[in-house]
């Protein structure tokens, strides 16, 4: 192989506060400091700096149009004129990732998803065409699959099967796949007979923890919030898999007179009061574009009205960096945890989990749901988080879950404890940022890529 130079890096989307364009910037700034340059590539830059290339974007209509007769019915063409479209779309995708490669000198492509969710057939060919014509070696950095993300995604025909089989992700010698979990390892590996190696979500713990600062100080003023109410920050997108109503149950328990009793009789552990006015509020920084449901937030509202839980949705005050908007002050996706109380996590699956590591990062307590992934790779490190079990006790008739009502009170509970404990506030967060920079930091990632760039050919 010849020598690594150059490395581009793609996927749908790059520059968001999702999961994959955060953990994209890490591995970016890691080869930097490893010496390499780095050239991003995607359908939508946000205010990073790269080569767009439209037709990566998952979400623009020709392609969503692709998607859903490739995997939820066959409604604007049959098999053949799909499988055509597929190809004129491909070859379009091609040429341009070409120019990229030959314009940037790239000797190196880290692909982020295309190759493994499916939600872009025409760009996963288009990549492995680009690869095997100019013998580029390459990462396929497969975050989520297809199978996990869409109950099975289930094609609609048979040439749409056969893409999967060949493209998701290809098999090639010059390919080196990287995987977030060691379910994800064994399930690719039973599934698609190809090896992987695994490299965690990762963050830089040596950085300072987020803070109130002249800018984002008047954050809550600007959502309606005062200090003595209680934040609890969640993070993610807001997805069916989030199970974000499992955050609904917990404020609702939180909420209840005796713990608030003990609240305004102890004040907060920032000794700040808390009054009978205060409110115990849900906010969620995440957006909504990616649930294909698009219901489920209306569902949450219902719910959240249904059990007097007050929840705002501040995506259109929350980027990825600070920034003014149309006259108006646009916050990072960092002040939110600032700015916050009490981070709520209750994925009912996550291939990793990057909000987690930001939690823990801004020192911050955690409500966890103890997903598949957390009980198989990152529980056994001995976090201290407060748990809503493993365990849901079924669906309701909106397709929402829930959990037992022990589990909510004993989580309610231990939350009181952390809002209004200093000294067991501080012994949480300490140990658990101690853990994850031991596990989960950039000098691990550096390690795990200097042997992954070792073992390409």
């Known amino acids: 192989m010849n020598q690594i130079n150059t490395i581009g890096i793609l996927h749908y989307q790059i520059g968001n506060t999702d999961g994959v364009s955060l953990e994209i910037d890490k591995w970016g700034e890691v080869f930097e400091k490893m010496g390499y340059r780095v050239c991003l590539c995607a359908g939508d830059l946000g205010a990073r700096d790269g080569i767009k290339i439209p037709k990566l974007y998952h979400h623009l209509p020709e392609i969503t149009e692709i998607d859903q007769n490739a995997f939820d019915k066959l409604t604007n063409y049959d098999p053949g004129a799909l499988l055509n479209m597929i190809e004129i779309n ?55 699959f297809y199978w996990e993300r869409r109950g099975g995604s289930i094609p609609t025909c048979q040439p749409i099967e056969r893409i999967l089989m060949d493209y998701f992700p290809p098999k090639h010698p010059s390919i080196q796949h990287v995987v977030i979990n060691s379910l994800a390892q064994k399930s690719l590996a039973e599934r698609k007979g190809l090896q992987s190696q695994v490299v965690p979500n990762v963050f830089d713990f040596d950085a300072p923890a987020w803070s109130l600062d002249a800018y984002n100080q008047d954050l809550r003023q600007r959502i309606g919030l005062k200090e003595s109410d209680i934040v609890v920050l969640q993070a993610t997108r807001v997805i069916p898999r989030k199970a974000i109503e499992l955050a609904i149950d917990f404020i609702k328990t939180l909420n209840v007179p005796e713990r608030r009793s003990k609240l305004i009789q102890s004040g907060l552990y920032h000794g700040k009061p808390f009054n009978e006015g205060s409110r115990i509020v849900l906010v969620m920084t995440g957006y909504t574009k990616d649930d294909i449901s698009g219901n489920y937030m209306r569902l949450l509202e219902d ?25 108006e002050k646009v916050y990072s996706f960092w002040d939110a945890y600032a700015a916050a109380d009490l981070v709520s996590y209750p994925s009912l699956w996550e291939g990793w989990g990057n909000q987690l590591l930001e939690a823990i990062q801004a020192r911050l307590p955690v409500v966890i749901f103890e997903h598949s992934v957390y009980c198989e790779d990152i529980k056994d490190k001995g976090f201290d988080f407060i748990t809503l079990g493993s365990h849901i006790r079924g669906h309701d008739q909106n397709g929402l879950v829930g959990i037992e009502q022990e589990i909510l009170d004993r989580a309610a509970d231990e939350a009181v404890v952390v809002l209004i404990d200093i000294n067991r506030r501080q012994q949480m967060v300490k140990q658990n940022h101690e853990i994850a920079q031991t596990h989960y930091s950039l000098h691990t990632l550096e390690k795990l890529l200097t042997n992954l760039l070792m073992g390409l050919r």
């Not at 014509?133 to 950095?141: E, M, Q, T, V, W």
């Not at 719910?303 to 149309?326: G, W």
Request: charged share 30%.
């Open 90 to 144: 491909s070859r379009s995708i091609q040429t341009a990732i070409e120019r990229f490669v030959k314009n940037k000198q790239i000797d190196l492509l880290v692909i982020n998803n295309i190759w493994s969710v499916g939600l872009n057939l025409p760009a996963a060919i288009a990549l492995r065409r680009v690869c095997k014509k100019r013998s580029l070696p390459a990462i396929g950095h497969h975050h989520d």
């Open 303 to 327: 719910k959240a009205q249904r059990e007097n839980v007050e929840m705002i949705h501040i995506e259109d005050k929350i980027a990825y960096s600070r920034r003014i908007r149309n006259g």
